[in-house]
């Protein structure tokens, strides 16, 4: 049984600031497993950020305290290991940011950025090392031709053209396509992906979505796919867990899970994307919980159409049908109403 | 089309729900929090305490100076040059008058320099670079071109200049240097506005038809004012200074004046032997000029964090 | 509800002027660069009318020039007859009272250092509205009409979020009663959620106050949701126009194929609704040096040898207000 890339277990994390302590996240337990691509769905506050800091090894431990729970890696339970064996971790993560002007530095070609990542990544991340082959001419060549390498990978037709322009000078679509191939450059094991095609024209994020399916499938790649847009989910995504106010609510194949969704809130999304046959979508009533002081017992209980008592506690998550899962007292038995 | 009730505020009434209520949470208000913020950085906290004190001192003089005749015309030849002690507890001048009480009033006018001055220099200043920022073009050029040829001179140099044509006087200094001090806010406020033009506000006030002077005063302004108080502040002090500066050399406040730079000056041929006389004026204006500082860089840091 | 036109554009173009620098001692060279070339559009009282696109269509430029934000380089801009575009005499707070914009971002159009009553406050100032008592009024109702509690009004837009934000810059835009709303993505910057929920506002606003919207977005679930109309914009000019249910099922241009092709679908049933076409790999044709040509030439699936070598179609008119500009369709 080969170990799964990312393990969380019924996660807690709590953040202290100033006005108090903020339950950001409560009840998250996730899966992905080698080659495959899981989304994680949810609308803005859901905590779908900090669960990808986690991951990336940068969310700030203070103020965050992880509560309960554990976070696995790699097979590797993350609080038995050591700061510096943490950070060992982080060479296997890439990350593939929403934005990439927040990544590609405008000074610079996209040639020297994606030289100075791959060799970065050589030298281990050691400093000297680095210095040294940054400027040794034999290693520059040999890491240039990796990046027209990686850049042929992600469909760019023309690795040189793009090579030597400045990151200004690029499309979006292909300057997201770089963003790509820098990940890669690490060879990585994980590649978190938050929204990376949010900000694209809807024909480039097409074939910036099938460039994605094609790289996962070609480089064995496991993912974990940060998005608020359940149709893109269902492209890119093999299984999608539902976040609401720090919990993950539901999970299970995306197919699946749009066209009959368990949980309520997985339903309310699925009715408030307008359909294409017509109609006014339909809202869901109410506002995301106030973190310092939440609900007790299912945070989604204030908006939900189907409440009844038992929601006062926290609900259990339980087996579904066929690998899903959901949290939600309607589906256990003895609860319901 | 079917239409849903909706409502951002309270949850659509359901037969079976009984649900917690969902208590709005105790949070500081904006501006104690914005305090509590601010109180972070000591230092800046010490020079808010330096300043209040200076302030209290300065108002309070008349009444808890100890001999408050001193502050004019007072000779007291027994007491000349004495040291420090019980009853001059930072000694007396070269013509017998006490030291500690010439402090405190100078106090006085050391902050009403800083008040005038900045008063000046912001009035002039700030609109000046709004406007510069806003048009644009050749006004700009113009505008921003005259602020450079008055950055071009030092300041205490122009301010000299402009005390002996219009005759030294402690106002005439004030004025003066009021009026060389307004380029940086000009430069401030011209660099804010060029980068708030273009913010969807403006666009908004502009196509609603907002006049000129509204969209620049009352959209831009309020949201350049964060670097302009820092300026402010850490202005203050060196307005302070050159003020002490001027009067030393001669061409701002006269004796019997006590204004510390006067004081400073007129006290400095007893160095070394009568220290306290020059010293603890020194000391005063060296305290303010700092507590100013400070006040700014804890702003300046306060704002950065936003 | 008059079938007349009340918004039309006639043959606008908004160009600007772009300095190109050659490089070494050569002097620059100045082209033109045309956002929004030649288009025409009526947009009858009372429907809802969406304008879609992707970037550099356009349809932001165009939206502003309805709305007098700019002022077209060519044509004419006519609003319930008037013509609005030109006349130096006009008066732009009269003109507010007929018609507003929303602007994309709700976030960047409200001042941060003012407050929620301040902000709505500036139209009604603006027009004449002196009496405090009259403006408090006026906000207290609209606030309510856009299902925000009344003590918002002081709060910042900091502690909005933002649906809030959103339903401000909506009570804003309706504050002088105007008979048209233009708005420019009005939900891309918000949850899906509260989409929905923005939506439904609008709605309920547009037959409470019978308004006419121009409503630029590229997204085609929300143009179902909610327009009448739409026209499809590339490269700066209209590239097909008709009712939403026609258009949708049968659209026409090549690039309506493609654009409808390109959208991810959430559910099973809405896959069936979306045609299978492929786009050609491509960029947008340079606007310094725009072909004359069809301007979707380069990335067109179905384009033959014919559509090098004439002129870029005319926008023609098919039936029952259908209108393409392709030479195949």
């Not at chain 1, 890696?73 to 060992?88: H, I, N, P, V, Y």
């Not at chain 1, 307008?274 to 002081?293: C, E, F, H, M, R």
């Not at chain 3, 002097?27 to 879609?52: H, Y």
């Not at chain 3, 559509?307 to 209108?323: F, G, I, Q, S, W």
Request: with cysteine; charged share 20%; hydrophobic share 45%.
């Amino acid at each position: 049984m080969v170990d799964p890339v990312v393990r969380l277990t019924s996660l807690r994390i709590d953040f202290n600031t100033s006005d108090g302590v903020e339950q950001v996240i409560k009840d998250v337990t996730l899966r992905i497993d080698p080659g495959e691509i899981v989304g994680l769905v949810g609308e803005s506050g859901c905590g779908k950020s900090v669960t990808a800091k986690l991951l990336l090894g940068i969310l700030p431990m203070p103020p965050a305290v992880v509560k309960a729970g554990r976070v696995e890696m790699f097979g590797k339970d993350l609080s038995t290991l050591s700061g510096a064996q943490r950070d060992e971790l982080k060479k296997f993560v890439a990350y593939v940011p929403q934005d990439p002007s927040a990544v590609l530095n405008p000074s610079f070609t996209v040639a020297s950025q994606m030289i100075d990542m791959i060799i970065w990544y050589e030298s281990d991340r050691r400093l000297l090392e680095y210095f040294v082959k940054r400027h040794r001419r034999a290693d520059v060549a040999r890491a240039r031709d990796y990046a027209a390498d990686l850049l042929g990978k992600v469909y760019i037709a023309d690795p040189e053209y793009v090579l030597r322009r400045y990151p200004v000078q690029l499309s979006g679509g292909m300057r997201q396509r770089v963003l790509l191939a820098m990940a890669l450059s690490g060879s990585p094991q994980l590649m978190i992906a938050d929204e990376p095609t949010t900000a694209l024209d809807v024909t480039v994020q097409k074939r910036t979505i099938e460039l994605l399916k094609d790289l996962v499938a070609r480089e064995q790649l496991a993912g974990l796919y940060i998005t608020h847009d359940l149709g893109v989910a269902r492209e890119i995504c093999a299984r999608t867990y539902v976040m609401y106010a720090g919990t993950t609510v539901e999970n299970g194949p995306t197919g699946p899970l749009l066209d009959e969704p368990l949980h309520p809130y997985t339903r309310g999304l699925v009715e408030a994307i307008p359909s294409l046959a017509g109609g006014l979508p339909k809202t869901i009533a109410g506002q995301v919980p106030d973190y310092l002081a939440p609900p007790r017992g299912c945070r989604f209980a204030p908006r939900c159409p189907d409440v009844f008592d038992r929601c006062r506690d926290t609900p259990q998550r339980i087996d579904s049908a066929a690998h899903r899962q959901v949290s939600c007292w309607l589906y256990d038995r003895e609860a319901r109403p | 089309m079917a239409m849903t009730a909706i409502d951002d505020t309270v949850p659509a009434s359901r037969d079976l729900a009984v649900v917690d209520a969902e208590v709005a949470p105790v949070r500081k208000t904006g501006f104690r929090r914005r305090l509590s913020r601010f109180m972070r950085n000591r230092l800046a906290v010490v020079g808010i305490a330096a300043l209040t004190l200076l302030v209290l001192v300065a108002v309070l003089a008349p009444w808890i100076a100890p001999y408050p005749d001193d502050v004019a015309d007072s000779l007291n030849f027994e007491a000349v040059l004495s040291p420090p002690s019980l009853e001059h507890p930072m000694g007396t001048d070269e013509v017998g008058r006490d030291v500690l009480t010439r402090v405190m009033f100078g106090a006085r006018w050391s902050l009403a320099m800083a008040a005038i001055v900045l008063a000046i220099a912001v009035a002039i200043g700030v609109p000046l670079g709004l406007c510069a920022g806003y048009y644009g073009g050749a006004l700009e050029q113009v505008l921003m071109r005259i602020t450079d040829g008055f950055s071009a001179v030092p300041a205490l140099v122009l301010a000299l200049a402009i005390t002996v044509l219009l005759g030294p006087s402690l106002l005439n200094a004030m004025v003066a240097i009021g009026l060389v001090w307004w380029r940086s806010f000009a430069r401030i406020a011209h660099g804010q506005t060029l980068s708030k033009k273009q913010e969807n506000y403006v666009t908004v006030a502009k196509s609603l038809g907002a006049s000129d002077f509204h969209i620049m005063f009352r959209e831009i302004l309020p949201n350049i004012s964060s670097p302009l108080f820092v300026s402010i502040s850490l202005n203050a002090g060196y307005a302070v200074l050159t003020g002490t500066a001027l009067s030393f050399l001669g061409a701002g406040a006269r004796p019997p004046t006590p204004e510390w730079g006067q004081m400073v000056a007129s006290s400095r041929n007893y160095l070394p032997d009568a220290w306290w006389a020059s010293l603890f004026p020194g000391i005063a204006i060296f305290i303010t000029v700092v507590s100013f500082n400070l006040i700014g860089d804890g702003l300046r840091d306060y704002f950065s964090e936003d | 509800m008059s079938a007349a036109t009340f918004l039309r554009a006639r043959a606008v173009t908004k160009a600007f002027t772009v300095k190109r620098n050659m490089g070494g001692l050569r002097a620059a060279q100045t082209t033109v660069l045309r956002a929004v070339n030649d288009v025409s559009l009526d947009i009858t009282q009372g429907e809802v009318f969406a304008i879609v696109g992707e970037s550099g269509s356009g349809k932001t430029t165009l939206a502003n020039l309805l709305a007098r934000v700019t002022v077209p380089t060519e044509g004419e801009i006519l609003l319930d007859g008037e013509e609005i575009s030109h006349s130096r005499q006009l008066d732009l707070r009269a003109l507010r009272k007929k018609i507003q914009i929303v602007f994309q971002d709700p976030g960047s159009s409200l001042n941060p250092r003012q407050t929620v009553e301040q902000i709505i406050s500036l139209p009604l100032k603006l027009s004449g509205m002196t009496s405090r008592q009259a403006r408090a009024a006026r906000i207290g109702a609209l606030l309510e009409a856009v299902h925000l509690p009344a003590d918002f009004v002081h709060r910042y837009p900091a502690s909005l979020s933002g649906g809030q934000k959103q339903r401000v810059n909506i009570a804003r835009a309706l504050a002088l009663e105007p008979q048209v709303l233009v708005l420019d993505e009005p939900t891309s910057a918000l949850d899906v959620s509260v989409q929905a929920r923005i939506l439904a506002l609008l709605m309920g606003l547009k037959q409470e106050r019978a308004l006419t919207y121009v409503i630029v977005t590229h997204n085609f679930g929300v143009v179902r949701a909610i327009a009448d109309r739409v026209a499809v914009m590339y490269f700066g000019k209209v590239v097909e126009v008709g009712t939403v249910d026609e258009l949708m099922t049968r659209p026409m241009h090549p690039y309506t194929q493609t654009l409808l092709a390109a959208i991810p679908a959430v559910r099973d049933a809405d896959r069936a609704l979306i045609p299978q076409v492929a786009a050609l790999d491509g960029e947008l044709p340079s606007f310094i040096d725009p072909p004359h040509h069809c301007s979707f030439y380069s990335r067109c699936p179905a384009r033959q040898r014919q559509c090098l070598e004439r002129a870029h179609p005319d926008l023609t008119v098919r039936d029952d207000r259908r209108m393409v500009s392709c030479h195949l369709a």
